[in-house]
């Protein structure tokens, strides 16, 4: 009978020269390298919690966080806003009959108007906005049906569109500019506002509808395609999109620099929201010389020209006029959070002061007790 040899270190990955000698590929050990990193040995700091170090860092973010949350809050509560719904949902609404009959394949324009009265005037520089509610702009397949190179004016992208442009693509053989579902699905609602004085005469308001894309977008991202100033020629070979009623570069007739990729409101558009009830800026009030409110109480009139239908998905339809602080528009959650942030910790802060100095056993005596 042949006597075997047993060697620990051959079940470890370690074999002898012997056993190891002409064989190819004899397996290496799994064991770390012996340096201080993959050993575990480096230095390492670890907080000792004491009633001392707690208790006082409670008391910090609480005398920090209420004081700065009260701040924010107020700030926010000085912004002015107004919001009027213009639906058309209840039967009572102007706008009542355009929402009924209005659809996405229709080539008339309803139109509508409502009246309003602002209680307090807007001192400073107006933001008029619209907002959508039940509008999914987040879900998967809608942000990514876009083509950026195309926006960006590249001809070969404007001429064979990216596919995921499907099914917003092309159209009767012709590549659509702009393509996909986010261009196809553009807010286009005309909203003017008329101010109504003593006398019942109707004022219209100056509005500026420069300015309110990023400036990024405008002058970075959305480009008219080649270097011809003639925008029918540059897009000659393209269509519209299925829902829109004027080609790309005929979205704003009163303005030709307003034009083509550039025009302000389809890049507002194209920047989709993260949640289904949402606001894009549709017009800027700019503040008046002197001390002459920018809007001043009293009666207004907002003329719609009612194209766009929400209906069939359960929307509703917003025109909201508001001012801006430092920290933005008005919104009073980042405020109630600091506060209630700060009166958590303040309260545990008492409540671990009392439990300390309550239980709190430890012999503060040098004698050693029997």
């Not at 355009?98 to 324009?109: D, E, F, I, V, Y």
């Amino acid at each position: 009978m042949m006597a075997s040899s047993y060697n620990a270190k051959e079940e470890d990955g370690h074999h002898s020269g012997a056993a190891t000698h002409g064989v190819v590929g004899a397996a290496k050990s799994k064991k770390p390298d012996n340096t201080a990193f993959k050993q575990q040995r480096l230095p390492a700091w670890q907080p000792i919690l004491t009633a001392g170090t707690v208790l006082p860092a409670f008391f910090v973010i609480g005398l920090i966080f209420i004081p700065i949350g009260i701040g924010l809050y107020v700030t926010s509560n000085n912004i002015k806003e107004f919001e009027i719904d213009y639906t058309g949902a209840d039967i009572n609404s102007p706008c009542y009959n355009c929402a009924q009959n209005l659809s996405w394949n229709s080539t008339s324009q309803c139109h509508c108007s409502l009246n309003f009265t602002l209680t307090q005037p807007f001192e400073s520089t107006v933001f008029m906005y619209y907002g959508l509610s039940n509008f999914y702009q987040n879900h998967r397949r809608y942000v990514k049906s876009r083509d950026d190179s195309q926006l960006n004016g590249d001809v070969s992208s404007l001429m064979d569109p990216n596919k995921e442009c499907e099914p917003y693509r092309k159209n009767d053989g012709l590549p659509i500019a702009p393509c996909g579902a986010i261009a196809n699905s553009l807010f286009n609602d005309t909203l003017t506002l008329y101010y109504i004085d003593s006398n019942g005469t109707k004022n219209p308001v100056s509005m500026v509808k420069k300015g309110i894309a990023w400036w990024t977008d405008k002058h970075v991202k959305f480009r008219n395609p080649g270097a011809n100033d003639n925008l029918t020629v540059a897009f000659q070979g393209t269509t519209k999109p299925i829902n829109w009623r004027n080609p790309v570069y005929e979205l704003d007739p009163s303005d030709p620099d307003n034009n083509g990729f550039i025009n302000e409101d389809l890049i507002v558009w194209m920047r989709t929201a993260a949640l289904p009830t949402f606001r894009k800026l549709y017009r800027i009030i700019q503040k008046k010389s002197g001390t002459t409110p920018t809007l001043s109480s009293g009666n207004y009139l907002l003329n719609i020209t009612y194209n766009y239908p929400v209906l069939s998905f359960a929307g509703h339809k917003r025109m909201i006029l508001s001012t801006i602080s430092w920290m933005g528009g008005k919104n009073p959650f980042l405020g109630i959070a600091y506060m209630t942030v700060g009166s958590i910790c303040f309260f545990l802060g008492v409540v671990l002061l009392i439990i300390h100095h309550k239980y709190d056993t430890r012999n503060t005596s040098a004698d050693i007790p029997n």
